[in-house]
């Protein structure tokens, strides 16, 4: 089983670093194709211009509007999470985005978690049949605090889906704001930060930012039933340890 998961994981790696390379090779044969990728990318900046402008139009109420569009994000399953975490960075800045992106998923999570909440209350039967109650459960239940918080920080994890998830567990509100904000920050940080580099045209950074997401993005999907399977186990000898009765003393 370990050899076979592997030269799964193996398998995954060759074909992305192959992908690189030959990505490499290419565009170095090919100056044109180079020159032609960056003016694609210079076209789809102008346009984002004229879309950014749009809503920096409204005023005070841009970031309201923004906000409104990250709660969506997380409540409706088609909007990507990634593409408006960009958009807000390259809009209103890396660290400004980041606080409305923020805001607004930690508002659309608490509603979701509400949710969660109203459908177990009403029909909790039908929701420990759904396939991500099946999944999740036995994770978000072992720990309070940490299981689920690292289900939000794990690259790859359903975010938005968890917040339902966790509307039907114990997990109180107020902890479940804060490891819903905490988790979703650096993913929420690298977004901004790459949506503001494509603003400033600045490629290099740019394409470090993406480096850097993708490889923890790898690692997070190589590596989450690893890393998860380890923290329950070791949730569990802590229960063990806990619930053995005091020794005593001769």
């Known amino acids: 089983m370990r050899t076979a998961a592997l030269k799964r994981h193996l398998l995954v790696v060759g074909i992305a670093l192959a992908c ?4 490499a090779v290419v565009l170095l044969l090919h100056d044109d194709l180079l020159y032609q990728a960056l003016f694609h990318l210079r076209a789809v900046r102008d346009k984002g211009e004229l879309l950014r ?3 920096l139009a409204y005023g005070h109420w841009a970031p309201l509007i923004f906000m409104g569009l ?3 994000q997380v409540l409706i399953a088609p909007i990507p999470g990634e593409a408006s975490g960009i958009l807000g960075g390259y809009i209103f800045g890396a ?3 980041f606080l409305y992106s923020s805001l607004g998923l930690t508002l659309g999570s608490w509603i979701a978690f509400g ?3 109203v459908i ?3 029909m909790p039967d039908r929701a420990m049949e759904t396939r991500l109650y099946r999944r999740f459960n036995t994770l978000v239940s072992a720990g309070r605090f940490t299981i689920p918080f690292l289900l939000f920080l794990i690259p790859g994890m359903p975010k938005d889906a968890l917040s339902y998830l966790l509307g039907f567990s114990r997990v109180p509100l107020a902890i479940f704001l804060f490891i819903t904000g905490l988790g979703r920050m650096p993913g929420t940080l690298m977004l901004s930060l790459q949506g503001a580099e494509v603003q400033t045209a600045n490629y290099r950074l740019l394409a470090l930012l993406l ?3 993708l490889a923890l993005g790898l690692a997070g999907f190589l590596y989450r039933r690893k890393l998860l399977a380890a923290l ?3 949730h569990r000898q802590k229960t063990r340890r806990n619930s053995r009765p005091p020794e005593r003393n001769p």
């Open 115 to 117: 949710i969660g909440r």
């Open 20 to 23: 690189l390379a030959g990505t």
């Open 70 to 72: 990250q709660v969506m």
């Open 53 to 55: 402008q749009a809503f």
């Open 95 to 97: 660290w400004p985005g």
């Open 211 to 213: 480096g850097i997401s």
């Open 232 to 234: 329950l186990l070791c």
């Open 120 to 122: 177990w209350d009403i």
